[in-house]
Each structure stands twice: as C-alpha cells, then as structure tokens.
C-alpha cells in the first residue's frame, strides 16, 4: 500500500536552532516529492519539488533533499515567522493520477 | 493578481441540509480540485476535472458533488449525504498535466451544527 509519513508530528525549536524534519515514503513508483508550507487557517503554499534521488533545492533557510526512501526539509537558524505545519505529498506512478499527501509536521520557534 | 478565491471562508451548516462551497481562480489552470483536511490527516481528494464538463471522483466522493461549466470554476455541493461534513475544504489548480505543484486557496471552514 502506498504511504506517506512525516516525522515529528510537533517540533519546538529555538530561534537559530537548526534541524530537519523528515517524510518517508512506501509507493510503487515516484513520479515527483512536494514540499507545501501551510500557516494556520490558509491553505497550503508550495515551496518545493523533487523529481529523482540526490535532488536538493533550496530557499532562504531552507533546503529540500531527497533519497529513494525518504525527504528532508532542513531548517538553518529558523526565525519565529518559520513556524507553520510543514506537508510533504507524494505524486505516484500510475496510469491514473494519485497524489498522497503525509499528516505534516507543525514546527514552532521560539523567539 | 493571480490566485484562488474561495467562498465563503466559515459556514455553518444545520444537518440535513445541502451546502455550495464557491473556487474561482484566474490563473488560467485547465486542471482544479478539491481536497478534505481534518486534524492529524493527510489532506483527501473529494473530486477533480482536468477540463470543463469533465471531472473525476477521488477517494471520498460520496457525498459530495461537483460541476465544471467553466474553466475558472469548480464549486463543491456538501450534501445531506454526507455524514461527518465538519471539516476543512481546500480548492486547488494546477497547470499542465495532473498533479504536480499545486495552487491552493485559503480554504473554507464547513461547521455542522
């Protein structure tokens, strides 16, 4: 079954406290990984795409990485406007169209 | 600017009673859907259209309803049927093939009293 899974659920970091959240993903085939930023009560605003394993981009403090199993979403001396719920979806190989979207992980950082 | 427009931002709902939740989006996207986000889930796909008169459900439709007339347009009907509505709806539009990056509006917040 395919499947998408973001850990942690909830991270609590310092201002300029770096680290990485994480999305792991079981599907038949990856056609494309996305990174969506979302703050609470608007919808989800896309900040990344990753096509093929070693693939990385990057955008102010963060950057995007991606592995034949796995993404990360490295944060680098995040600010207290970083915090939001951070969604990774998966689009699948497939004949159809099939996007699975993981729970996300809501980050805040303290001032 | 370009964007999504969706309408109305709260509604409340009594049960037993159908509801229209309105997207228009001006970015010339042939490709619109929507999708279901309750806490602590992934966001589902209810329904989407590649092309006007033509849509597709996706994994929980049942309940819900929708038209495309136009190409800017793709409203949700929330009907009677659906039995656990409470919930928060997200328009979206994409360019070329299906899927890919996805443009979202700043959803519509559905409560059933």
């Known amino acids: 079954e395919d499947q998408v899974t973001q850990s942690p659920e909830a991270l609590r970091l310092q201002e300029g406290e770096s680290s990485s959240l994480n999305c792991s993903y079981t599907v038949s085939g990856l056609r494309g990984l996305f990174w969506y930023r979302q703050d609470p009560g608007k919808g989800p605003e896309f900040l990344f795409t990753l096509y093929s394993a070693g693939e990385e981009k990057e955008k102010e403090r963060l950057k995007a990485t991606l592995t034949k199993k796995e993404s990360f979403l490295h944060i680098t001396a995040p600010k207290p406007e970083d915090s939001a719920t951070y969604l990774c979806?998966?689009?699948?190989?497939?004949?159809?169209?099939?996007?699975?979207f993981g729970a996300g992980t809501r980050l805040f950082v303290k001032a | 600017d370009g964007g999504i427009t969706q309408s109305p931002k709260y509604l409340f709902r009594k049960e037993g009673q159908n509801v229209t939740l309105s997207c228009e989006q001006n970015l010339n996207h042939d490709a619109m859907y929507w999708y279901r986000q309750d806490p602590g889930q992934g966001l589902r796909l209810i329904y989407y259209?590649?092309?006007?008169?033509?849509?597709q459900k996706g994994d929980i439709a049942e309940g819900y309803s929708v038209s495309r007339e136009k190409k800017e347009s793709f409203p949700l009907t929330v009907t009677s049927a659906q039995k656990n509505p409470t919930a928060f709806y997200l328009c979206?539009?994409?360019?070329?093939?299906?899927?890919?990056?996805?443009?979202f509006g700043e959803g519509s917040r559905l409560t059933v009293l």
């Open positions: 259209s590649q092309i006007v008169n033509d849509f």
């Open positions: 979806a998966v689009q699948v190989e497939t004949g159809g169209f099939k996007t699975i």
């Open positions: 979206a539009s994409s360019s070329g093939r299906l899927g890919g990056e996805l443009f």
